[in-house]
């Protein structure tokens, strides 16, 4: 009676072992809500999914416009030499960006920069066009608004003027460049919310 109630308990445990395993090591496609997972941490400044999206979507549009230009549907999977595809490599061009336009926006903020009333104006129109140009699909999947486009536009515009009055003949896309930008910031990448994410 002892040894049968021993292999039962033994038995139970492999299989509760063996489905925790299970559950811990099989890959999940979890969805994100984009408008309130973090996915990049810069210092304190948070950068949500759904902003890291728009770049991403602009990556994404501009891929399967070459790609349509050259005929080639597979050009996203294509090797770009390094071991990664042309997706992987525009996945993280997308992320390289935001930060970029991140760090950018805070030194101009941090100098004094401010939005002239032409650049909101500015912002506002690109929205009215980016909002016309993004299909319907990405728009729901990222879940962009127009007033978060707006923000995301009026960073852009004022992360560019600081960077064409301090940095006017340094490309900020230089992996040294770009290393020297971060230097002396905390950034901290959600691995886990930004390998969900497909491109």
């Known amino acids: 009676m002892k040894r049968k109630s021993f292999i039962c308990i033994c038995i139970v445990s492999v299989l509760l072992i063996l489905g925790i395993v299970i559950a811990c090591f099989t890959r999940r496609d979890i969805n994100y809500d984009p408008t309130t997972t973090v996915v990049v941490t810069i210092d304190k400044e948070k950068i949500y999914l759904d902003e890291v999206m728009y770049h991403l979507t602009l990556s994404k549009m501009q891929g399967q416009l070459y790609a349509s230009f050259m005929n080639d549907t597979d050009y996203m999977k294509r090797d770009y030499g390094d071991g990664r595809t042309i997706g992987e490599v525009m996945k993280q061009e997308s992320m390289d960006n935001a930060i970029r336009y991140e760090l950018l926006y805070q030194q101009a903020i941090q100098e004094g920069y401010v939005l002239t009333d032409d650049e909101i104006a500015d912002s506002k129109k690109r ?73």
């Open 127 to 199: 929205t009215e066009n980016i909002l016309i140009t993004i299909p319907e699909e990405d728009r729901k999947n990222t879940r962009l608004t127009e007033d978060k486009l707006v923000l995301i536009q009026e960073k852009i515009a004022l992360a560019t003027r600081y960077y064409q009055t301090m940095y006017k003949d340094v490309d900020l896309t230089d992996k040294n460049v770009y290393e020297q930008l971060k230097d002396g910031h905390q950034i901290t990448i959600q691995k886990k919310v930004w390998n969900s994410v497909k491109f």
